[in-house]
């Protein structure tokens, strides 16, 4: 045992006798409990060097106008403290077993403030948060391939990006080979909830080959959702092969059918989503140029790493 540990002991055992009633006061919690107060001086908040943040990508939405975001929904309060700026993120925002989680996974203040945000806005379990660290989360988040700046409106187009990531892991799907659309839609659909919060907060789910009629023929959509927060519909189109340019144009005439025959006017311009196993950035980019629809384009994993997920879940020591 190191120096000081048989002090925690002692002082574990003189408060368990103090608040004989009372939970939470294990030699482990309390060291945790130190812990915490060593990386949070600043309680309440999380306090980052805005140097270190107005650089990355996955802040520039956080960033928006008027310090809001309407991905967080969080203020972002700026301070200044010996010359430098600092950006204030909320520790209350998630739970105290989601903080003594995230502490040993994530080092880094800036990544600790994203997924902080991130389990606050999407709703994330303990368990949720791990998984999504361990799947490397904030690397993929607003990752797809779009033409949404050109397509939407600035502040639309930075919302519309972040709503997607690149790569989707739908490793819930199993280990069973999945060979073609149909097969993969089916499964995704038996397994709604588990879609639905890979998709991320604000997706409902509208149908399944979804019918529309155009000039007297019948197509089928693959998955049709609606953003509640954005207010619009998403086409989703699957793909069991590699990106090609022609799935572009099949998405794109999905879109404008959804937009004339479906949304009504108080729903904002439909976008697509088109879903690949693997993709070439540079085809999708050349693809996407010259059209007015906003679509954008990712690829998905069925076979997840289930191993490094389970290494981020934590023990039953630590419930």
Same mark, same amino acid.
């Given at each position: 045992?190191?120096?000081?540990?048989?002090?925690?002991?002692?002082?574990?055992?003189?408060?368990?006798?103090?608040?004989?009633?009372?939970?939470?006061?294990?030699?482990?919690?309390?060291?945790?409990?130190?812990?915490?107060?060593?990386?949070? %001086?600043?309680?309440?908040?999380?306090?980052?060097?805005? /140097?270190?943040?107005?650089?990355?990508?996955?802040?520039?939405?956080?960033?928006?106008?008027?310090?809001?975001? $309407? =991905?967080?929904?969080?203020?972002?309060?700026?301070?200044?403290?010996?010359?430098?700026?600092?950006?204030?993120?909320?520790?209350?925002? #998630?739970?105290?077993?989601?903080?003594?989680? &995230?502490? $040993?996974?994530?080092?880094? &203040?800036?990544?600790?403030?994203?997924?902080?945000?991130?389990?606050? /806005?999407?709703?994330?379990?303990?368990?949720?948060?791990?998984?999504? =660290?361990?799947?490397?989360?904030?690397?993929?988040?607003?990752?797809?391939?779009?033409?949404?700046?050109?397509?939407? $409106?600035?502040?639309?187009?930075?919302?519309?990006?972040?709503?997607?990531?690149?790569?989707?892991?739908?490793?819930?799907?199993?280990?069973?080979?999945? +060979?073609?659309?149909?097969?993969?839609?089916?499964?995704?659909?038996?397994?709604?909830?588990?879609?639905?919060? @890979?998709?991320?907060?604000?997706?409902?789910?509208?149908?399944?080959?979804?019918?529309?009629?155009?000039?007297?023929?019948?197509?089928?959509?693959?998955?049709?959702?609606?953003?509640?927060?954005?207010?619009?519909?998403?086409? =989703?189109?699957?793909?069991?092969?590699?990106?090609? %340019?022609?799935?572009?144009?099949?998405?794109?005439?999905?879109?404008?059918?959804?937009?004339?025959?479906? +949304?009504?006017?108080?729903?904002?311009?439909?976008?697509?989503?088109?879903?690949? %196993?693997?993709?070439?950035? @540079?085809?999708?980019?050349?693809?996407?140029?010259?059209?007015?629809? $906003?679509?954008?384009?990712?690829?998905? @994993? #069925?076979?997840?790493? #289930?191993?490094?997920?389970?290494?981020?879940?934590?023990?039953? @020591?630590?419930?």
């Amino acid at each position: 045992m190191g120096w000081g540990t048989q002090v925690i002991i002692q002082l574990s055992n003189d408060l368990h006798r103090r608040f004989p009633g009372d939970d939470g006061y294990s030699d482990r919690n309390l060291r945790n409990m130190k812990r915490f107060a060593q990386e949070y %001086p600043d309680f309440p908040f999380l306090q980052v060097p805005f /140097a270190q943040i107005e650089e990355d990508d996955f802040w520039q939405v956080a960033l928006a106008k008027n310090n809001r975001t $309407p =991905i967080w929904q969080v203020p972002l309060a700026k301070i200044e403290k010996d010359g430098e700026t600092f950006v204030q993120v909320p520790l209350a925002q #998630i739970t105290w077993y989601h903080h003594i989680s &995230l502490l $040993p996974k994530v080092k880094s &203040l800036t990544e600790r403030a994203f997924y902080i945000m991130e389990t606050a /806005a999407q709703g994330w379990s303990r368990d949720v948060m791990l998984a999504n =660290i361990a799947a490397d989360y904030i690397s993929v988040k607003g990752r797809a391939v779009t033409n949404f700046s050109g397509t939407l $409106p600035p502040v639309d187009s930075d919302f519309a990006r972040y709503a997607f990531k690149d790569p989707y892991c739908f490793g819930f799907l199993g280990t069973q080979e999945l +060979k073609n659309e149909r097969a993969i839609e089916e499964k995704l659909t038996e397994h709604i909830v588990d879609f639905l919060l @890979e998709m991320g907060r604000g997706f409902a789910f509208v149908g399944r080959q979804f019918r529309i009629t155009v000039d007297g023929d019948e197509y089928k959509m693959d998955l049709l959702m609606y953003h509640l927060r954005m207010h619009r519909y998403v086409v =989703i189109e699957l793909k069991a092969v590699e990106f090609i %340019p022609e799935f572009v144009s099949k998405l794109n005439f999905y879109i404008s059918a959804v937009d004339e025959y479906v +949304k009504t006017p108080q729903d904002n311009p439909t976008i697509g989503l088109l879903l690949c %196993p693997t993709k070439s950035d @540079e085809k999708v980019r050349f693809s996407l140029r010259g059209f007015s629809q $906003p679509m954008g384009v990712a690829e998905y @994993e #069925i076979k997840q790493l #289930i191993e490094e997920v389970q290494s981020a879940l934590p023990s039953a @020591e630590d419930e």
